[in-house]
C-alpha cells in the first residue's frame, strides 16, 4: 500500500469517525417559554401557547438542586403558574432539562 493510499484510507476512516459521534451526541434544545408545572419530582411538563398548542415532557433530574427544588415545589397543577424556558437535551421521552429561566 502506498503512502498517497493509506493517507487516503485513514482520512476515509476519520471522516466515517466524526459523523458517527456527530450522529450519537444527542441535539441541544430549547423549549418556551411557557408554563411549567410538576406533578411529583420527575414528572414535570412544559405547555406553550392559549390554548395549549405544545407539550413538553421535563425530565428535571440533571437541573441544578435550587432550580429543581423550585421547580418540583412550587411549580404545581394548582396554584398560580410557573412560565419559564427549559434548556436541555432532546430525548425520545422530552427534553432533559440542563437549565431553567424562571419570568415569575
Known amino acids: 500500500m502506498s503512502v ?3 493517507g487516503r484510507w ?9 459523523t458517527a459521534r456527530a450522529q450519537a451526541q444527542p441535539a441541544a434544545t430549547s ?7 410538576c406533578r411529583s419530582t420527575t414528572a414535570c411538563e412544559l405547555d ?16 441544578p438542586v435550587a432550580d429543581k427544588e423550585r ?4 411549580c404545581k397543577v394548582t396554584g398560580t403558574p410557573c412560565v419559564a424556558t427549559v434548556t ?9 432539562a440542563a437549565g431553567i429561566k424562571f419570568y415569575n
Open 4 to 6: 498517497l493510499a493509506a
Open 10 to 18: 485513514l482520512a476515509i476512516v476519520f471522516v466515517m469517525a466524526a
Open 31 to 37: 423549549v418556551g417559554p411557557g408554563k411549567v408545572f
Open 48 to 63: 406553550i401557547g392559549t390554548p395549549v398548542s405544545l407539550k413538553y415532557k421535563i425530565d428535571p433530574t440533571a437541573l
Open 71 to 74: 421547580l418540583t415545589k412550587q
Open 88 to 96: 436541555g437535551t432532546e430525548t425520545k421521552a422530552g427534553v432533559k
